[in-house]
Nanobody, 123 residues
Framework: QVQLVESGGGLVQAGDSLILSCVASRHTFSSYVRGWFRQAPGKKREFVAAIGWGSGTTDYADSVKGRFTIARDNAKNTVYLQMNNLKPEDTAVYYC????????????????WGQGTQVTVSS
């Protein structure tokens, strides 16, 4: 069974940084889009960032542009999310995903999902 496992979440203060990782197993995702989504309490899951299979294409939610960076290492079947200058509104469960969406932001078109990692940013 294909697995995506996130790690790197935690409790930090506003202005701090975190790096999330998502390792895939039992399947090679080098030709898949890799994305990060998040869900805050009481809110719908939303797009955060995504990277195309060749790493040349990326997209970010407006709320994280300039603060978050997505990267992938196909040799390690891993995608990363570098999060800088974290804000309390970044508090959420962060999910990684893999798929072949028509557009990077299309959540419904991602096929594989991780279980999520909690990020909590205190003010």
């Amino acid at each position: 069974q294909v697995q995506l496992v996130e790690s790197g979440g935690g409790l930090v203060q506003a202005g701090d940084s975190l790096i999330l990782s998502c390792v895939a197993s039992r399947h090679t995702f080098s030709s898949y889009v890799r994305g990060w989504f998040r869900q805050a309490p009481g809110k719908k899951r939303e797009f955060v960032a995504a990277i195309g299979w060749g790493s040349g294409t990326t997209d970010y939610a407006d709320s994280v542009k300039g603060r978050f960076t997505i990267a992938r290492d196909n040799a390690k079947n891993t995608v990363y999310l570098q999060m800088n200058n974290l804000k309390p509104e970044d508090t959420a469960v962060y999910y990684c995903a893999a798929g072949r969406p028509g557009e990077l932001i299309r959540e419904s078109e991602y096929t594989y999902w991780g279980q999520g990692t909690q990020v909590t940013v205190s003010s």
